[in-house]
């Protein structure tokens, strides 16, 4: 490029054509801009707005005017902080959990499935294939799969596992098994389009060098795959944090409740907007912080 | 760079003015940007919900000439074979050759306030004619004038409503609503889990039951018969804070020790076909239909200390400019055998006067069923929550949601 601007600056005519050429550009962005402008800066502007909000005096249920209401945070915050904590707990260990069982499928597919590509095809569309029925329709059968008097339930009776009067549905165990279920395949694509790319000479090479297969995973394969799993678990830990179908659907309201199933009933239920508006942003906040401590630990250059 | 470089001063002007051509677009775009900007602030304040005038919206204009857009519960109208016609509904189109768009649009009183408050507050077209929603939200409507009024003189048909209907304590004289269905909260439980039965809420709370009960999240009905066990009646005027908490501690115990496994609003239905839940706090017309489904595997009661009642009412909002025409429809479904046809099927008590006599033709098995035409004894047993004022209503709400943890 600046190759040609040198060249252009001594002919005169082709610089005004660079110079366009670089404005037409810009206006590539425009669409995006004005979309994230309407959909995304004006209703978080909005929304930060409301959460400073306060009741108008003997007004309507539901009927706030502009204020400067700071103490909104410091009550949602005080009220709602074990639903917060929970739901970052929850996401957590379904974004584990999701890693475990999602690499070795993700490992299957990409290196042990490769050249087969019939087979490859298959297994990506059985990843896939949850999310041609809705999410609301899967979580409700899981609701039928783990109820008490269904299959799950008797055989872990049965084996002991679960003492007689031990149930499943309404647990912490069941909101984070939904989680993971529901996720799982946001962590499986991108760790396979990661491990897809891996030379499988290089895996040769470390078998050479006298390298046990564990040791050629620790020093090949995993840090090869790292883009993928750092994008996978974003993609898993941030919608998780904010579910409320699964902790609702699943859940039993008061040991399993989600920060989403709270915003959601300070919305609709009480049309409580500034405690709503401020959990939403206190969510948003803590997800982006812990989200750029994550990204800067594990270093992502290789993502973008 | 490239403009300083070029030696040519006719380029160098050409140059310039097109620089200030982009720089003037950009202004252009950054201004109206920021417009766009604070005009959408603006009507996401208004929506949001900031203070609206209290003279209420001017009446509206929304709407097709000839249509009746009608918001309704789900499985709350007679429906055929198919589960989508309603035959009550295409014969109504037929006789007044208008349309009615039915749709199953509410599944939650606050939900759906919650969506087409600031329409109604701006006055703007909500999307439906006819909306139905219970007593304690229509009072709501009405109080905030969010309702068109009615003309009864329009509709022959209407003074069939039961005298125990004809007048609420927030419509008096029915001029801005008037009944759909009504029902009663009260226990239920699976004959086979439980084989002697429940005859007051406090059997919920029984040692054999820990785990598998669940409450409705429905605060009116929940606390409105746990008020009951206590010996208050939750119609009188004559409660306050200390028996509303009373209740409420009576909730946070059994939800914090086990006994009630969890608080749910509809779904309480599949957790009792599913078995998660042997007993709950229910609604009558629901446990009726979950009996057809499912071979009579339940029993509903109102409890011995009372039970709540509590109706839907059809309402046409202020916005809506087809308030005719929806006066034609309400007309049509207080016809006695209409009623009679729709209650047969949503099994909720209907308030038609005349319907048990049209139910004879209709299926003569249901004209002695309590549930749908309820005695005078039973009736004597329910009560209506009563109307909570503002605060009230959001100091309860809010610790409410507290005990059930959302």
New interface residues.
Partial sequence: MSLL?GL??GG?GP??K???RG?GHRWLL?PGL?YL??FF???V??LL??SL?VP?PG????????ALHWQNYVDALS?FWPQLVRSFVFAAIATLACLAIGYPMAYVIAVRARGRSLLQGLLLVLVIAPFFTSFILRT?AW??IL????PVVAALRFVHLLPP?G?L??TAFAVVCGLTYNFLPFMVLPVYASLERLDPRMLEAGADLYASPVTTFRTVTWPLSLPGVVGGTLLVFIPAAGDYVNSS?L?????T?MIG??I??????????PTASALSVVLMAAILLLVAGYVRRAGTEDLL | ???N????PV?RE??AR?GSA?LSRRTF?GLL?AA??AA??AA??TG?????SSSGPAAGTGGKAGTLRWANWTLYIDLADDHVTSPTLKAFQKSSGLTVEYSEDID?N??F??KV?GQLANGQDIGYDLVTLTDWMAA?WV??GYTATLDRSAMPNTSNILPNLANVDYDPGRTHSLTWQSGFGGIAWAKDAVPGGLATVSDLWKPEL???VEVLSEMRDTIGLIMFDQGVNPASDSWGDTEFENALDVLKAQ??NGQI???KGN?YK??LV???AVAVIGWSGDIQQLNFENDDKFTFAIPEAGGTLWSDNLMVPITSGQVTDAQKLIDYYYDPEVAATVAAYVNYITPVQGAKQAMEKVDPTLVDNELIFPSEATLSKVAMFRTLT?DE??KY??QF??A???
């Avoid at chain 1, 859940?251 to 040991?255: A, Y």
């Avoid at chain 2, 470089?5 to 040519?8: E, K, N, Q, T, V």
């Avoid at chain 2, 949001?48 to 609206?52: L, Q, S």
């Fill in positions: 601007a252009g600056a005169g610089a005004p660079e110079r366009a404005a425009a004005v402008t309407v800066i004006v209703p502007g909005a707005a409301t909000y108008v007004g309507e249920l539901g009927q706030y005017q502009p009220q409700i609701k039928q109820a008490d008097e269904g009067d149930r549905t309404a659907l859940g039993n309201n008061t040991n409740a199933q709270v959601d009933a300070r919305f609709f239920k009480v049309l409580d907007y | 760079m490239t403009r470089a070029s030696p040519d380029l050409l140059m097109a982009g775009l940007g766009g900007s959408a602030l996401c304040g949001g919900g900031t203070a609206a939650d606050d939900s306030y919650g408050k709501r109080r905030q820990k785990g598998r939800i914090a496994r969890s608080v779904s599949e957790d599913s078995g998660d503002t209503e959001t709400n809010n949601l507290d059930i943890g959302a």
